[in-house]
């Protein structure tokens, strides 16, 4: 479960700061996205753990977490199959540099 919620975390992070962003500020919105994410979103989960886990076992908190991720993969999963799949050639970057890698020819 872990593999695939962390995964495209940061791909959807660094894909949305990108998208919606103001000229040159990218980074920052991803800096803040990923402090709230691992600063709040860790602490709060942490708190949430904490409860089920004293309130009922190591099996039930695992269960509720797994069914958690498995609802968010159906969502995910659905959400992939009705929105459309934007060309390449209309990626806009709202301004900010995206650099390109070009390969060097040797010799």
């Not at 190591?58 to 659905?78: D, E, P, Q, T």
């Not at 929105?83 to 050639?89: F, Y």
Request: net charge positive; aromatic share 14%; glycine share 12%.
């Amino acid at each position: 479960m872990h593999f695939f919620n962390f995964g495209i975390l940061y791909v959807l992070i660094a894909q949305q700061a990108l998208e919606i962003a103001p000229s040159g500020l990218s980074g920052t919105l991803q800096g803040i996205v990923y402090g709230t994410s691992f600063g709040l979103g860790r602490g709060v989960g942490l708190l949430i753990s904490l409860f089920i886990y004293t309130r009922m076992t190591k099996r039930y908190l695992f269960l509720i977490y797994a069914l958690f991720n498995l609802v968010g993969v159906i969502i995910y999963s659905i959400y992939c199959l009705l929105s459309k799949r934007r060309s390449s050639s209309s990626f806009n970057t709202n301004g900010n540099h995206i650099f390109k890698l070009v390969p060097h020819k040797l010799g």
